[in-house]
C-alpha cells in the first residue's frame, strides 16, 4: 500500500510560480512511478506529467511542456511539481499518482492516488 499526502496548492497570479509536493509512505516509494493530474471544473481529470522510478525518464502534457517540471527524491519519498509562468487556465485540484510501472504516456491507469489540493491562477 502506498499512502500520498499532497502540500503546495494555493493562490497565485499569473505568471507566477508554485511547487507541489506530494509526500508517500511505505518503504517501496522508490520502485514507483508517479503523475500528476488535474481537473478544473466541469472538466475531465487531465494527465500533466509523469516520471520514472529513478527520475531518469519524464514525460508531459503538451499543455505544460516548458512551463511544468515534475522530480523526486527518493530519500524523502516525495515528488515535486514545479510550475512557472502559470495560466488562468492552469487553475484546476492537482493529484498525484503512484503506479509500479513507467510509461511515457498519458493514460491515467494508476494504483494509488493523493487527495487533490486546489491551485486557483489568477488573471
Known amino acids: 500500500q502506498v499512502q500520498l499526502v499532497e502540500s503546495g496548492g494555493g493562490l497565485v497570479q499569473a505568471g507566477g510560480s508554485l511547487r507541489r509536493s506530494c509526500a508517500a509512505s511505505?518503504?517501496?516509494?522508490?520502485?514507483?512511478?508517479m503523475g500528476w493530474f488535474r481537473q478544473a471544473p466541469g472538466k475531465e481529470r487531465e494527465f500533466v506529467a509523469t516520471?520514472?522510478?529513478?527520475?531518469?525518464?519524464?514525460y508531459y502534457a503538451d499543455s505544460v511542456k516548458g512551463r511544468f517540471t515534475i522530480s523526486r527524491d527518493n530519500a524523502k519519498n516525495t515528488v515535486y511539481l514545479q510550475m512557472n509562468s502559470l495560466k488562468p487556465e492552469d487553475t484546476a485540484v492537482y493529484y498525484c499518482?503512484?503506479?509500479?510501472?513507467?510509461?511515457?504516456?498519458?493514460?491515467?491507469?494508476?494504483?494509488?492516488w493523493g487527495q487533490g489540493t486546489q491551485v486557483t491562477v489568477s488573471s
Open positions: 499518482a503512484a503506479r509500479p510501472y513507467y510509461n511515457a504516456s498519458g493514460g491515467n491507469e494508476y494504483d494509488y
Open positions: 511505505g518503504r517501496t516509494f522508490s520502485s514507483y512511478a
Open positions: 516520471i520514472s522510478w529513478s527520475g531518469a525518464n519524464t
